[in-house]
């Protein structure tokens, strides 16, 4: 097994050092391997016992071949690979944990950008929370550090866009509030400027592009961002003697123009991403068209983030 971690170490490092050859690349020859090797184990039936069977290494040549996958980028054989791993009888509980820590990792990684964000958010909690604690041995805390900052790294994008913010604490603990902290004061306050400022500063945008989840932010967290913008709007123009709270559409044009310094967003801008979020059930209420004001539900008219259920976000 050792041999094999050792050779996808040396492939990926082989295609590193040799971003623009055109030929095969070294990864790519080894993860076809990789998959063979995968398949003759889901098949042994050479024993019933785990310890006896070629089963017990499934998790191990499953976690490599998924670790050369996403470095060629290349996950579309994830969902057969996953499949056959399924049909092989085993349960994962019954492997290491470094083994089960390493196969949720990357479960949640491919559910993050499949943008099943709920089952992702699972895996990466649990590969997060059961990283190793310290130790002893200076680089063995190193690599767990860095295992657990990946993790974290992942879970955080996924929970952001559940709106679930981390503390400052926790993303200073893994260096990450540089990243993170300026979008997560964007959405809580609504401030669409500071959310595009942000993405699109050269050193944000190029770490998040690298680790290939800026486009995920860009677009989930837009959506939030624009249902705080409506929220503190409404709170603030809210008169006591209503028995609903509702806003003029032309107020909520005011603020987002105001805050993006973007003359071309019209009361039609507004409208349609105003009925979007009512679609998609981040705001409860309605739009009196002909009035152009958003009425809001009497009941609970912001639901929590986390507990709305959306099928596809779009502004």
């Not at 050792?2 to 020859?29: H, T």
């Not at 980028?73 to 969902?79: A, G, I, N, V």
């Not at 902290?181 to 400022?197: C, E, F, H, N, Y």
């Not at 998609?280 to 008219?301: C, D, E, F, M, R």
């Given at each position: 097994?050792?041999?094999?971690?050792?050779?996808?170490?040396?492939?990926?490092?082989?295609?590193?050092?040799?971003?623009?050859?055109?030929?095969?690349?070294?990864?790519?020859?080894?993860?076809?391997?990789?998959?063979?090797?995968?398949?003759?184990?889901?098949?042994?039936?050479?024993?019933?016992?785990?310890?006896?069977?070629?089963?017990?290494?499934?998790?191990?040549?499953?976690?490599?071949?998924?670790?050369?996958?996403?470095?060629?980028?290349?996950?579309?054989?994830?969902?057969?690979?996953?499949?056959?791993?399924?049909?092989?009888?085993?349960?994962?509980?019954?492997?290491?944990?470094?083994?089960?820590?390493?196969?949720?990792?990357?479960?949640?990684?491919?559910?993050?950008?499949?943008?099943?964000?709920?089952?992702?958010?699972?895996?990466?909690?649990?590969?997060?929370?059961?990283?190793?604690?310290?130790?002893?041995?200076?680089?063995?805390?190193?690599?767990?550090?860095?295992?657990s900052r990946l993790a974290l790294l992942y879970l955080?994008?996924?929970?952001?866009?559940?709106?679930?913010?981390?503390?400052?604490?926790?993303?200073?603990?893994?260096?990450?509030?540089?990243?993170?902290?300026?979008?997560?004061?964007?959405?809580?306050?609504?401030?669409?400027?500071?959310?595009?400022?942000?993405?699109?500063?050269?050193?944000?945008?190029?770490?998040?592009?690298?680790?290939?989840?800026?486009?995920?932010?860009?677009?989930?967290?837009?959506?939030?961002?624009?249902?705080?913008?409506?929220?503190?709007?409404?709170?603030?123009?809210?008169?006591?003697?209503?028995?609903?709270?509702?806003?003029?559409?032309?107020?909520?044009?005011?603020?987002?123009?105001?805050?993006?310094?973007?003359?071309?967003?019209?009361?039609f801008d507004v409208e349609c991403i105003t009925a979007?979020?009512?679609?998609?059930?981040?705001?409860?209420?309605?739009?009196?068209?002909?009035?152009?004001?958003?009425?809001?539900?009497?009941?609970?008219?912001?639901?929590?983030?986390?507990?709305?259920?959306?099928?596809e976000e779009v502004i």
């Amino acid at each position: 097994m050792n041999l094999s971690y050792s050779l996808v170490e040396w492939a990926v490092y082989a295609d590193e050092e040799r971003p623009q050859a055109k030929e095969l690349k070294i990864s790519d020859a080894f993860g076809k391997h990789l998959s063979k090797a995968l398949n003759i184990i889901i098949s042994d039936k050479s024993s019933n016992e785990l310890g006896d069977s070629k089963k017990m290494a499934l998790y191990y040549v499953a976690n490599l071949s998924f670790r050369v996958h996403f470095k060629l980028r290349s996950t579309r054989l994830m969902p057969t690979m996953m499949a056959n791993i399924s049909k092989a009888g085993v349960n994962l509980s019954d492997f290491p944990m470094s083994q089960q820590v390493t196969h949720r990792y990357y479960l949640g990684r491919y559910l993050l950008y499949q943008l099943d964000l709920r089952r992702s958010e699972k895996h990466l909690k649990f590969a997060f929370n059961n990283c190793p604690g310290p130790s002893q041995d200076e680089t063995e805390n190193m690599v767990t550090f860095k295992n657990s900052r990946l993790a974290l790294l992942y879970l955080t994008a996924c929970r952001l866009c559940l709106g679930r913010m981390p503390s400052l604490q926790l993303l200073q603990a893994y260096n990450l509030d540089t990243y993170f902290q300026p979008l997560i004061t964007a959405v809580k306050s609504g401030d669409l400027s500071l959310l595009q400022r942000s993405l699109s500063s050269p050193e944000l945008m190029s770490w998040f592009v690298r680790k290939e989840i800026y486009f995920l932010l860009k677009e989930k967290l837009a959506v939030l961002c624009w249902r705080s913008l409506i929220r503190r709007t409404c709170l603030v123009s809210r008169r006591p003697t209503e028995p609903q709270m509702r806003v003029q559409l032309e107020a909520l044009l005011s603020v987002a123009r105001a805050l993006t310094k973007d003359d071309t967003y019209d009361i039609f801008d507004v409208e349609c991403i105003t009925a979007s979020l009512l679609d998609q059930g981040y705001i409860k209420g309605y739009i009196h068209s002909q009035k152009k004001i958003l009425v809001l539900g009497k009941s609970n008219p912001f639901p929590t983030v986390w507990n709305v259920e959306v099928m596809e976000e779009v502004i």
